[in-house]
């Protein structure tokens, strides 16, 4: 599966749009983007994922770039609740596991 | 109930005892899995089980047994650990089969804490 680099970290003000980016430049056709998030100490929770279209469900928005290189997760009111670990994940289809990287840390901020 | 559920939340143990975690899950999925994450570092893939039978052991220390008697049950037995197996250990489940994507359904994980 695709390598992703994500920020380490990032602040968003509360009420305002989170907007997380992810980079996997080394993509393949048949791999789809996923994210997840960690709120402290308790287990990843499945957010969004895409193939090549834009993605949105009620927890998010995904755009992905037309080369598919980079993708970035919208979270278009953000509030306290969303601080978390968000994790960017490229997977084949087909392919099962799920592999983790260090993730970015979002904070939300009063 | 629904979802998957970890018990115990929180297990302290010495180093010679014997203990289990337990992970049920309610989503009629096929394949579940077990993942350690410590303090600071990515969630580790430990485990993987489809239909009941391990498909992926990612070079695991002996001292941590998985043991799955259905496709709805998941343990992890532990013996004679070391400090440095204090984690957060996460239980996942889901579809097994092939094509299209794997949704996960995580756990809220054990706090195992080594003494």
């Known amino acids: 599966d695709a390598k992703t680099t994500q920020p380490p970290s990032m602040d968003c003000a509360e009420g305002r749009a989170a907007n997380l980016p992810c980079n996997h430049s080394t993509i393949s056709g048949n791999e789809y983007v996923y994210w997840y998030r960690q709120i402290h100490s308790q287990g990843p929770q499945y957010i969004i994922h895409g193939l090549k279209n834009n993605e949105t469900n009620e927890m998010a928005s995904l755009i992905i770039t037309e080369d598919r290189k980079s993708s970035t997760l919208i979270l278009p009111h953000a509030t306290l609740r969303d601080t978390a670990v968000y994790y960017c994940?490229?997977?084949?289809?087909?392919?099962?596991?799920?592999?983790f990287g260090q993730g970015t840390r979002l904070t939300i901020n009063p | 109930e629904t979802g998957v559920t970890q018990t115990p939340r929180h297990l302290v143990m010495g180093m010679t005892n014997k203990k289990s975690l337990k992970c049920e899950q309610h989503?009629?999925?096929?394949?579940m899995y077990w993942y350690k994450q410590s303090a600071k570092k990515p969630l580790e893939l430990m485990f993987v089980?489809?239909?009941?039978?391990?498909?992926e052991n990612n070079s695991v220390p002996s001292r941590f047994s998985p043991e799955c008697p259905n496709s709805s049950h998941l343990f992890l037995h532990l013996h004679t650990l070391q400090p440095e197996d204090s984690a957060l250990y996460l239980c996942?489940?889901?579809?097994?089969?092939?094509?299209?994507?794997?949704?996960?359904?995580f756990g809220s994980g054990t706090r195992l804490t080594v003494v």
């Open positions: 089980y489809n239909f009941k039978e391990q498909t």
């Open positions: 996942a489940s889901s579809q097994a089969t092939s094509g299209g994507s794997y949704g996960y359904t």
């Open positions: 994940i490229v997977r084949g289809q087909g392919a099962q596991k799920l592999v």
């Open positions: 989503l009629g999925h096929n394949a």
